[in-house]
Every structure is written in structure tokens, then in C-alpha cells.
Nanobody, 121 residues
Framework: QVQLVESGGGLVQPGGSLRLSCAASGSIFSINTMDWYRQAPGKQRELIAAITGGGSIGYADSVKGRFAISRDNAKNTGYLQMNSLKPEDTAVYYC???????????????WGQGTQVTVSS
């Protein structure tokens, strides 16, 4: 079994910064793509950042230049550094990862529980 546990959400003023963490635990052989989604009230869930096992990175236009995704493979942990936060960044943020439990298994999708980020003065 694999679990993804998110942390780092909270309340921040416009222009401020937060760093979200996504720690994977359980039976883990390897992790392919790790990515971050967010869902604001009344809106669809949006893919905002992704990082592959090889380190390739992509961002949604809405966060490009402000957010930075990274990972520490030794810790099975992904991060999302969020800078220059705006009120429109307010949303529940979700971590997602493709995890391989052993050398013979395929990748499966796992989701974190979500963490609230609120940007307000």
C-alpha cells in the first residue's frame, strides 16, 4: 500500500510564499511522475505542475514563473514552492504520483488528501 501525505498549506498574504510537501510512504520501488493539482470553489481541478522521474518539468501558464516543483527521490517526497501568491491561487491543492511497488509491478496512481491554500489579506 502507498500513501501520499500533503503538508504545508495554510493562510498567506498576497505576495507571500508557501511550500507544499508530498511525502510518499509504503511499498515503493520507484516513482515516475509526481504532479500537483488544485481545485478552487466552483472550478474544475487544474493540473498546475508536473515533474517526471527523469526531472522533466512542466507548468500551467497560470503559475509559470511563480511556482517551482521539485522532488527528493531519496525521501520519496515532492515539493511545490509557491511564490508571489495571488488571491486567485486560493484552492485545495492535491498531490498525485505514479508509484511502482516493486520491480515486477506496473505504475499505479495515488492521490494525496488535499491541503487548503488561502491567499488573502
Amino acid at each position: 500500500q502507498v500513501q501520499l501525505v500533503e503538508s504545508g498549506g495554510g493562510l498567506v498574504q498576497p505576495g507571500g510564499s508557501l511550500r507544499l510537501s508530498c511525502a510518499a510512504s509504503g511499498s515503493i520501488f520507484s516513482i515516475n511522475t509526481m504532479d500537483w493539482y488544485r481545485q478552487a470553489p466552483g472550478k474544475q481541478r487544474e493540473l498546475i505542475a508536473a515533474i517526471t522521474g527523469g526531472g522533466s518539468i512542466g507548468y500551467a501558464d497560470s503559475v509559470k514563473g511563480r511556482f517551482a516543483i521539485s522532488r527528493d527521490n531519496a525521501k520519496n517526497t515532492g515539493y511545490l514552492q509557491m511564490n508571489s501568491l495571488k488571491p486567485e491561487d486560493t484552492a485545495v491543492y492535491y498531490c498525485h504520483a505514479e508509484v511502482k511497488a516493486n520491480s515486477r509491478s506496473g505504475y499505479r496512481d495515488y492521490w494525496g488528501q488535499g491541503t487548503q491554500v488561502t491567499v488573502s489579506s
